[in-house]
Every structure is written in structure tokens, then in C-alpha cells.
């Protein structure tokens, strides 16, 4: 007798569960701001909403490398010491001009990226270890860079990377569009695309069907230090200074937390780019609501980490169902 | 033809398995041996390095960290992590201030009941909850850290310990042993005997092996990870405790980063991180290693802690490289 009326329930289920799991941090944000609407004066501001923009610029395009890698079934703890990295280049090569200095940083952090995807691709050590030992050792040496010290960046061209705008719209944000916009095409229009999440689903098969494992990871531990790289030069370019010893400290675990609750599983073969942007938006919108309603710092962090546990809890089922 | 042909398969044979005895050896001894050769290097080269006093030293140092990174190696041998024990240390230490007001039973017991039971809780989530030991100890890093800062007015205040029998715990010493070096041994020898003896330790060996012939082999596999994590947040809880008694306050802000050490003397003591295999003697070489290297740089005092960052991430690539060459070898 009962059976029929749980048969009929159980798909309902099923597809609300499937709608949390597919559409859940965007819910969330959507809650989050219907309440910032109601609760939070000055909130539904153009100010406040370019704030939030410039200040989750680091995070986020660190996050779309992070994606990168997590969707190969890896992870990159080094992305805050390559942060720290190209921040320290920029004052040594700032003389001839610009874009040499930045072009320079960015092509430290790739070399830091290769030298990750050499010890995991290449030689096979498991990704954790690997970027964990450059994390340690990468920190050290822009430090002995820096010189231990604070170097203020005073020239105007990189100023105004992290300070002009274009009708409003910080150069900082334009630049993560057009990487977001890169990187949701690098993974869903083309082959390396295509392979890198064939890899994370399965290294094996890979190697089997004749695909260019060992290639594919190297590129993109390779994007993804060049990416930190990018994200270190434009949070030097907004401090105004280069400042090795704090920049991308800790930005590893925010950079993951964007990527796991915008849906990407740690077992690989998936990328979820859009998700990323609103795992990364989600985490700045709860920390600057928390902070606007003069919560303690205590008191966000465990209410960050129970969202990330929530969300992680909700994704659980559909890598099992895969 | 066909005898030749036998003997040199034969050979062959032998010499591989000869190999892959030696990468075998190195593997779980390597640090024990770069230890050994780092002792007499350093000693030949700092006068000051091999004194009774500078060994102490370095043990007491390492103590808490060994205590620490045992709890680690369990959870690692079971194929798992553990991202929060810096802040479930730290979490142990303001406790055990907190606690010391009732003496020395207060000052142990409080962080261990509250450690402990985060470490179940993570464990939980992980064994029967199934989410991935990353993500949850990772919530727990951030978690208990916030923990640690509201207990003491956003990391504002530092409770002291008062309680002299607490701080003997943490300062006082047997035969020049400081107490904290006496703990951290006798876990290592009992966390040693349980792994080896018991046939609980053989389930977390088993588990970390291979999870799903774990399962097929009938060990209760979600109990085993559970625990793992309940005795390295007990583990973690007590390093912080006994640090409390040794600093004599417990500090907000101690600990950060102690996972990445932890992690690292473990895999540097030779147990995969991928489960299955490794050792608690291998932990303690590892953790005296990292310790020996950062005693060894202040000997030569002109270098700075940058230095130390790159000479310790440097030898951790180095290692697991040579690691992951080696075991390898005896896949073949």
C-alpha cells in the first residue's frame, strides 16, 4: 500500500536534490543578496558592488587555475607562494617598463608551474607533496628576493592597473572577465579542454586511448602557476607595493573552497568555470555581509567553514550517482 | 641454450629483487640515514651543535610536533588527511589555560575531551558521512581556528597558566628529559606497538591498502577512519597542551601552519600518502630531521628564516622525488 506514494515521492526528491547540487551556490547567492537588500543599508550600492569586484579579483583568478588542476584530480598549494613570487620580480625588472616587468612575473610563476608539473607528471610525485614543498621553498625565495622587505611600486603604469578603470569598470575586473571567459573556453571548445577533464576522470583510460597524459598536467600546473602569477601582479598593482611575505597567504584554501562549492568534485574529471566565479563571488559576499554587520572574525570563520562543509554535503551524492 | 637462457632470468631476477630489497630499505630508513649523516656533518662543523645541552634542546623543540605528526601518520596510513590539527592545536593550548584553573587533571583533560571530539566529529563526517578528508579537515582548519579566536575575544587575550603543577608538566625534566620528550616517546613506542601488534593497527594498514579489499575482507572500515581522526585530534589537543604548560600561556595564534610541517615529517619519514604504508619510527626521523636542519641553520646565524623555508622545501621536493623514484623501482 505504502509503495506507490514513496515511488512517487522519490523523484521529487531526487530533482530537488538535483537542482540544490546543480544550482546551489547561485541559490545561495541569490538568498545572500535578497537579504543584503532587506538587512544591509548601503549595501545595493555601485561603490560597495565594485569593492566587492576588485577585492575578489586574486581569489578568483587563482581559483580558475585552481579549477584547472582540481578538474585533473590534482591540487596546487603553491599558487600563494607563486603570488609572493611574481610580486617580488615586478620591482627588479620594473626599469624597463611596464609590460617587460609584468610579462617577467608572470613568466616566473609559469617556470614555478612547470617545475610542479615536472615532479607530478613526469616523475609521479602525488600533487599535495609536490606543490606543498614549492609552497614552503617558493615563499622563502621571494623573500630572499624582496630582501625580507617591503619594496613600494611607484610606477604609474602599474598604479593604474590596480587603480584606473574604464567607464567604471576597474582594469583588475575586465582582466578576470576575459580570463574567466579564456578558461570557460580552453575547457569546453577545445581539445586540451576536452582532455585534461579526460584525464581527471580517468588517468588509465587516458594513457590507453593515447592521449598526452604526462603533457596535459605539466600545461596545466603551468596555467595555473600563470595564472597565480597574473593575480600576484595585480594584488602588487593595488597594494602599491610588493609585499612578498603577506601577499597569497592562505589564498590555497580560499582559491579551493571557491572551486568545491562551485561544484567541481576533488575526484576529478569535471570543471565548472561559471561555478568557480560563484564560489568565489559566495565566499566575498558572506565574508563582506559578516563584516558590514560588525560579526567577529571568529564568528566567520565557522560560519565559512560550516558552508563549506553544507556544500560540499549536498555535491556528495553526484559523485557517487557518476 | 635453454639453461643460459634460466640462469640469466634468473639473475635477473635476483637483481631486482636485490633492487627493489634496497629502494625498500631506503625508503622506510632514508631520512633515519640523512639524519645520521646530517649529526656528524653538523657536529664537525659547529662545535656548539653536539652538546648535551643543544640535543635537548632540539628534542624538547621537536616534541610537540612529534606528538603531532604521530596523529598524523595515522590518519596518513589510511590513505587519509588532516588539514586542522595547527588549529586544534592552538584550540589544546588556550583549553589547557583555561583548564589549569582546576589543576593539572583540568589542564589535560579539557582540551582532550574537546580535541578528541572534534577529531570525531571530522571523523564522522568523513567515515559515515563519506565527504572527502580534504574538504572537511580543511572546514576544520578554518573552524577551529574561529573557535580558538572566540574563546579569547578575537585572539586578543592570552590565558596564562598559573597552575604550578602544569607548568612542571611542560618545564620540568627527568634525567634532563623534559617532560614533553618523555610523552612524546612513550606515544611513539605505544602508537608503534598498536600499529604492528593489534589487530586494529593492522586494520588501518589494511584500510589505506586498499579500501574496497578492505571492505571485501570484512574490517570495519568506517570505524577505522573514524578513529584515525579522533586520535590525531587528540594527539593534536595534547601537543597544544603541553606546549601551553611549557610556554606557560596559551597562545591564539600558535600553530599556524603546523600541518605543513606535520605532513611533511611524516612523508619525509617515508609513510605514503597514499595510505598503507609507513611507519611512527620513520615520523620520528622525519620530524628530528626538519628540526636538526632549522638547529643547524641557526648554528651558522647569518641566515635568515627565509633561508630555512627554502632549504626545508627544497629537501621535501628532494625527497619525496627520490621517494617516488625508489618505490617505483619495486613496483617493476
Same mark, same amino acid.
Given at each position: 500500500m505504502t509503495q506507490p506514494t514513496v515511488s512517487t515521492r522519490m523523484p521529487s526528491r531526487a530533482t530537488a536534490l538535483g537542482i540544490l547540487q546543480r544550482y546551489g551556490v547561485y541559490i545561495a547567492i541569490v538568498l545572500l543578496l535578497v537579504y543584503n537588500l532587506f538587512f544591509t543599508p548601503n549595501f545595493f550600492a555601485i561603490d560597495n558592488f565594485r569593492t566587492q569586484f576588485v577585492q575578489v579579483v586574486p581569489v578568483l583568478i587563482v581559483a580558475l587555475g585552481m579549477a584547472l588542476v582540481i578538474g585533473t584530480e590534482g591540487i596546487d598549494l603553491s599558487v600563494g607562494a607563486v603570488m609572493a613570487l611574481a610580486a617580488s620580480t615586478i620591482p627588479l625588472y620594473i626599469g624597463y617598463g611596464v609590460v617587460p616587468a609584468v610579462l617577467i612575473a608572470i613568466f616566473v610563476g609559469a617556470v614555478i608551474g612547470a617545475f610542479n608539473g615536472i615532479m607530478i607528471a $613526469?616523475? &609521479?610525485?602525488?600533487p599535495i607533496v609536490a606543490t606543498l614543498a614549492v609552497m614552503v621553498a617558493g615563499r622563502g625565495l621571494a623573500l630572499l628576493i624582496a630582501n625580507e622587505q617591503l619594496k613600494s611600486v611607484t610606477d604609474p603604469g602599474v598604479l593604474a592597473l590596480g587603480r584606473d578603470n574604464i567607464a567604471g569598470v576597474p582594469y583588475s575586473v575586465i582582466i578576470a572577465v576575459v580570463l574567466v571567459a579564456a578558461v570557460a573556453l580552453l575547457v569546453n571548445k577545445t581539445t586540451f579542454g576536452k582532455q585534461l577533464i579526460a584525464v581527471g576522470g580517468s588517468r588509465r583510460a587516458s594513457e590507453l586511448a593515447g592521449l598526452p597524459v604526462k603533457r596535459i598536467l605539466l600545461l596545466t600546473y603551468v596555467l595555473a602557476a600563470g595564472l597565480a602569477a597574473v593575480a600576484g601582479v595585480i594584488g602588487t598593482a593595488r597594494l602599491g607595493a610588493s609585499v612578498p611575505s603577506t601577499i597569497g597567504n592562505l589564498i590555497e584554501l580560499s582559491a579551493i573552497t571557491a572551486v568545491v562549492v562551485g &561544484? =567541481?568534485? $576533488? =575526484?576529478?574529471?569535471?570543471?565548472k568555470v561559471l561555478g568557480t566565479v560563484a564560489g568565489a563571488l559566495l565566499l566575498q559576499f558572506i565574508s563582506a555581509t559578516l563584516i558590514k554587520h560588525n560579526v567577529p572574525d571568529a564568528y566567520s570563520q565557522i560560519a565559512q567553514a560550516v558552508i563549506i562543509l553544507v556544500a560540499v554535503y549536498i555535491q556528495r551524492g553526484k559523485v557517487s550517482v557518476r | 641454450m635453454t639453461t643460459t637462457v634460466d640462469t640469466v632470468a634468473n639473475r635477473t631476477e635476483d637483481n631486482r629483487a636485490s633492487r627493489e630489497r634496497i629502494a625498500s630499505v631506503l625508503q622506510s630508513y632514508g631520512a633515519a640515514i640523512v639524519l645520521g649523516l646530517l649529526v656528524i656533518v653538523g657536529s664537525i662543523a659547529f662545535?656548539?651543535?653536539?652538546s648535551a645541552g643543544n640535543f635537548a634542546n632540539i628534542a624538547t623543540q621537536s616534541s610537540f610536533l612529534l606528538i603531532v605528526a604521530a596523529g598524523m601518520t595515522f590518519v596518513i596510513l589510511t590513505g587519509g588527511i588532516d588539514l586542522s590539527v595547527g588549529s586544534v592545536f592552538a584550540l589544546g593550548g588556550v583549553l589547557a589555560a583555561y583548564g589549569s584553573t582546576y589543576g593539572l587533571a583540568g589542564a589535560l583533560l579539557f582540551p582532550l575531551v574537546v580535541c578528541g571530539a572534534i577529531g570525531a566529529l571530522q571523523g564522522f563526517l568523513i567515515a559515515y558521512g563519506k565527504m572527502a578528508p580534504f574538504i572537511v579537515t580543511l572546514a576544520g582548519l578554518l573552524g577551529v581556528r574561529g573557535l580558538v579566536l572566540a574563546s579569547t575575544d578575537g585572539g586578543s587575550t592570552t590565558p596564562l597558566v598559573t597552575d604550578e603543577g602544569v607548568i612542571s608538566l611542560g618545564q620540568d625534566s627527568m634525567f634532563g628529559i623534559h617532560w614533553p620528550v618523555v610523552i612524546a616517546v612513550a606515544i611513539i613506542v605505544v602508537g608503534t606497538l598498536l600499529l604492528a601488534r593489534t589487530s586494529g593497527g593492522l586494520s588501518i594498514l589494511a584500510v589505506g591498502g586498499s579500501e574496497s579489499a578492505a571492505t571485501l575482507m570484512g574490517l570495519p572500515v568506517a570505524r577505522v577512519k573514524f578513529g584515525v581522526y579522533v586520535i590525531s585530534g587528540l594527539c593534536a589537543g595534547l601537543a597544544g597542551a603541553l606546549n601551553a604548560a611549557y610556554s606557560s600561556s596559551g597562545v591564539p595564534?600558535?600553530?599556524?601552519g603546523l600541518e605543513l610541517n606535520a605532513i611533511s615529517a611524516v612523508v619525509i619519514g617515508g609513510t605514503l600518502l597514499v595510505g598503507g604504508r609507513g611507519n611512527l619510527i620513520g615520523t620520528v626521523a622525519g620530524v628530528l630531521l626538519l628540526s636538526v636542519i632549522q638547529n643547524l641553520i641557526n648554528q651558522v646565524g647569518s641566515l635568515s628564516s627565509s633561508v630555512q623555508a627554502v632549504v626545508s622545501g627544497g629537501f621535501l621536493a628532494v625527497v619525496v622525488i627520490i621517494q617516488t623514484v625508489l618505490s617505483r623501482t619495486q613496483r617493476l
Open positions: $613526469l616523475i &609521479g610525485v602525488q &561544484g =567541481t568534485p $576533488l =575526484t576529478g574529471g569535471q570543471v | 662545535p656548539t651543535f653536539a595564534t600558535v600553530g599556524v
